[in-house]
């Protein structure tokens, strides 16, 4: 989990570049403290958005990794014993909402129920937590934003967000850059030449292109960069893209052959 501050200038801030307005979206949903929820597909930039945006508007950032054994007390936080005392221990949503942070819930439908109920008081005009296991009732410090994301073309029917919860949020959409800003964004991550990396995205469309069909979830922009690096660092072009954009793909021995073909007809 990441707690790192961040300068209220913006000058550490990691290299984002917008594809429309969810820059402003963002900071008009800090400005007046509202909940905001970011759809889209893995990989496509919303954990680095955040971490971008954490550190233009100057706030602490505490990034959750959700999970399926990511319970309410993992993020509020429990008694542990301590050199003989037993002590309670704030979890990352209880340090952001004292301290006027931002919390993001990276994933959240991955977590279990009881997480989701946990939000719902901080997600409404009353911006408390109530904690049980201590009786205390914080309301959110000036500055605390709860964010998270989820990738609705992944999950399946038994989970995701209700509509209970999914009304109590601003969403914004994200989808994979468009071709000339996705070149852009792996030349300033790594600094590969424009006709590589052009290379790459025209295969990363051809192989979401066959999303749905031979592969669940088409190449991320993550893993563009990934190849871009190793290719950037002397590894062969081939092996570079097994390594980083076919492998991660798919274990099936037969659609990884099919996908090496079809970098061999892309790359030449």
Same mark, same amino acid.
């Given at each position: ?18 594809? #429309? ?146 009304? &109590? ?52 922009? &993550? ?34 052959? #099919? ?10």
């Amino acid at each position: 989990m990441d707690g790192s501050p961040m300068n209220r200038n913006g000058a550490d801030a990691p290299f984002y570049l917008p594809e #429309g307005d969810e820059c402003e979206m963002f900071e008009q949903a800090f400005a007046h403290t509202l909940p905001l929820l970011l759809k889209g597909p893995t990989g496509c930039g919303k954990t680095r958005f955040v971490a971008h945006m954490a550190a233009r508007l100057g706030r602490r950032l505490y990034t959750v990794a959700c999970h399926d054994d990511l319970t309410a007390a993992d993020l509020v936080g429990r008694y542990l014993l301590k050199g003989g005392e037993t002590v309670w221990v704030d979890g990352p949503l209880t340090r952001a909402v004292r301290e006027g942070a931002i919390c993001y819930l990276d994933e959240v439908v991955e977590a279990r129920k009881d997480v989701t109920v946990v939000l719902h008081p901080l997600t409404d005009d009353r911006r408390i937590l109530p904690i049980d296991r201590t009786g205390e009732e914080l309301e959110a410090a000036p500055g605390f934003m709860l964010v998270a994301s989820y990738n609705p073309g992944y999950q399946n029917i038994l989970k995701t967000l209700k509509p209970s919860t999914r009304q &109590r949020f601003l969403s914004i959409e994200f989808d994979f850059p468009a071709p000339e800003r996705e070149i852009e964004v792996i030349r300033a991550e790594t600094g590969l030449s424009e006709d590589r990396a052009r290379m790459l995205v025209r295969l990363a469309a051809k192989l979401r292109d066959l999303k749905g069909q031979d592969l669940e979830e088409g190449v991320s922009t &993550r893993l563009l960069i990934y190849a871009a690096t190793l290719i950037q660092s002397g590894m062969a072009v081939e092996r570079a893209i097994l390594a980083a954009m076919i492998e991660p793909l798919t274990d099936d021995e037969d659609v990884k052959r #099919g996908l090496l073909d079809l970098v061999t007809a892309v790359i030449g």
